[in-house]
């Protein structure tokens, strides 16, 4: 038999109104304690390039003591992917590129920043006669410039040397392994007796012709293959 509910019977009682309050508070601690622990986990590397960033963007602390002990930020730089192989190399680009494009030598030379560095190529008759290892007086004048460009850089330097396939069998040069290297030794002597580049830092290779850059099909191709290129190497 089913017993018939009065009048006002709510059923049970349920949790006192305080244990909302208290479930709430709960509920904020947690929250507040997981962002005490996200903040302990810091990426010292990502907040070192943030401060580089923001030093660069405000123009503070330039020079002299900083608040972190980075050599970037020391330095003034922009941040933590800053690389100042690169912004050496593109301000010695600028200083070459404005005296071969007065001279006009825009064709012979070629410079680029690749995995190796920074690579200044002169191509052609710039520096040398054909089959011959002494530097031309206009050679020596656009070496003059690139030697101005990189004395005061840390960089190592190599000047390779390279010729076409055309062969050549002298009492000077026995073959074009004996031309390219002694083109590039001679360059390295040039740097070293007129600028006073550390010798330490330079070191010449030569590649007789075995690393043309265009097939010797053509007069223009084997002069662009007959080249010395000076490569400031990445540290």
């Given at each position: 038999?089913?017993?018939?509910?009065?009048?006002?019977?709510?059923?049970?009682?349920?949790?006192?109104?305080?244990?909302?309050?208290?479930?709430?508070?709960?509920?904020?601690?947690?929250?507040?304690?997981?962002?005490?622990?996200?903040?302990?986990?810091?990426?010292?590397?990502?907040?070192?390039?943030?401060i580089s960033a923001l030093q660069a963007r405000l123009g503070v602390l330039e020079g002299g003591m900083t608040i972190l002990d980075n050599a970037n930020i020391?330095?003034?730089?922009?941040?933590?992917?800053?690389?100042?192989?690169?912004a050496n190399f593109r301000k010695v680009m600028g200083h070459v590129s404005q005296y071969i494009e007065e001279e006009g030598y825009s064709n012979n030379v070629?410079?680029?920043?690749?995995?190796?560095?920074?690579?200044?190529?002169?191509?052609?008759?710039?520096?040398?006669?054909?089959?011959?290892?002494?530097?031309?007086?206009?050679?020596?004048?656009?070496?003059?410039?690139?030697?101005?460009?990189?004395?005061?850089?840390?960089?190592?330097?190599?000047?390779?040397?390279?010729?076409?396939?055309w062969p050549i069998n002298n009492e000077e040069f026995p073959s074009n392994w004996e031309l390219s290297t002694t083109r590039a030794t001679n360059v390295i002597?040039?740097?070293?007796?007129?600028?006073?580049?550390?010798?330490?830092?330079?070191?010449?290779?030569?590649?007789?012709?075995?690393?043309?850059?265009?097939?010797?099909?053509?007069?223009?191709?084997?002069?662009?293959?007959?080249?010395?290129?000076?490569?400031?190497?990445?540290?």
């Open positions: 038999m089913l017993r018939k509910r009065k009048t006002g019977d709510q059923g049970p009682p349920g949790s006192p109104a305080w244990m909302t309050t208290y479930g709430d508070m709960m509920t904020l601690l947690l929250v507040f304690f997981v962002f005490l622990y996200s903040f302990s986990v810091l990426d010292v590397g990502r907040f070192q390039g943030f020391s330095k003034g730089s922009l941040g933590q992917n800053f690389n100042p192989d690169t070629i410079m680029e920043i690749n995995e190796r560095g920074l690579v200044i190529s002169l191509t052609g008759q710039i520096l040398y006669d054909l089959g011959k290892a002494e530097i031309k007086p206009g050679g020596k004048i656009i070496l003059n410039r690139i030697a101005e460009s990189i004395q005061d850089l840390p960089n190592n330097i190599v000047v390779e040397g390279h010729t076409d396939n002597k040039y740097f070293i007796e007129t600028h006073q580049l550390p010798p330490a830092r330079l070191s010449a290779a030569g590649y007789s012709e075995y690393r043309p850059v265009y097939s010797n099909d053509t007069e223009e191709n084997r002069s662009k293959n007959r080249r010395v290129e000076v490569v400031v190497l990445r540290q």
